[in-house]
């Protein structure tokens, strides 16, 4: 079993927790707006990349600035990130949240994206097929949405949550609500989009509450050459839920 190594790095005055396994070309993989499950899915990624699991600000174990208040800052803070690591170029992996960043950032950087893998990605406002509004959710009810099996996240959730594991997912829905509370979608990305030129995957579980696998269309429209793949019985957690997502993307990126 791959073991991923913790490592402490100051970007701006700020200290961001990564982990780190494996050699070869780097693998940057940018989470969604939980990260109660966990990574495990990516060890299978470090058979052959260097794979980087930084926590946002805001979010795990990295430490919150609240200056930050749109994707656009997330952006530059993976600029300055890369540039301090000496890494010119990833393959970028983004899963929902962090798959509507890992757009923005190659919109505005391809020059350093090698390929692109959007996995249930957040950022578009499909009229018809809508995100859902987890802001407006009870916590109870969120993590009902996320799978297709229950079971696939009941032993990240604990029967009793203490303190610690409440406080962490406050401080987590705080960042979130910074971000999107009065901008839900990126109303600018639709145009840009155009820019992706590099080989870019669609990923999406077909049962995906969160965001719909019927926004695969609305992003196909407007990512040149990209291709989608829907697995089915996986909901919005599709790393999680279907190994075969975890090795597609493997093998996209090969």
């Known amino acids: 079993m791959v073991s991923f190594q913790r490592e402490v790095h100051t970007v701006n005055g ?19 707006a939980g990260t109660f499950h966990g990574f495990e899915f990516a060890g299978k990624w470090a058979e052959n ?3 980087l699991l930084p926590y946002h600000p ?4 990295s430490e919150d600035d609240p200056t930050m208040l749109d ?45 692109l893998a959007l996995v249930g990605p957040a ?13 407006a959710l009870p916590p109870e009810q969120l993590p009902g949405l996320l799978v297709s099996n229950f079971d696939v996240i009941k ?12 406080a962490a997912r406050y401080r987590e829905a705080t960042t979130v609500a910074r971000l999107l509370w009065e901008r839900p979608w990126d109303r600018k990305l639709p145009r840009q989009l155009h820019r992706l030129k590099m080989p870019t995957l669609l ?25 989608v793949q829907i697995f089915q019985g996986a909901g919005h957690l599709v790393l999680d839920e279907k190994p075969e997502a975890v090795i597609a993307i493997e093998r996209f990126l090969g």
């Open 14 to 32: 700020n200290k961001i927790v990564m982990y780190t396994a494996g050699q070869g070309q780097p693998l940057l993989f940018l989470h969604g």
């Open 155 to 166: 032993r990240h959730l604990p029967e009793k949550p203490d303190l610690d594991f409440m």
């Open 71 to 115: 994707m656009h800052d997330y952006v530059m803070h993976y600029v300055d990130l890369l540039d301090a690591l000496g890494i010119e170029k990833v393959n970028l992996v983004g899963f929902s949240l962090g798959g509507g960043l890992a757009a923005r950032f190659a919109t505005e950087h391809g020059h350093r994206v090698i390929k």
């Open 203 to 227: 990923l999406w579980g077909e049962e995906d509450k969160i965001t719909p696998a019927q926004q695969a269309k609305l992003w196909k429209t407007l990512v040149p050459n990209a291709d």
């Open 123 to 135: 950022g578009l406002r499909d009229k018809e097929h809508p995100t859902t509004d987890v802001m």
């Open 49 to 51: 990349y260097r794979v």
């Open 58 to 61: 805001g979010f795990g174990e």
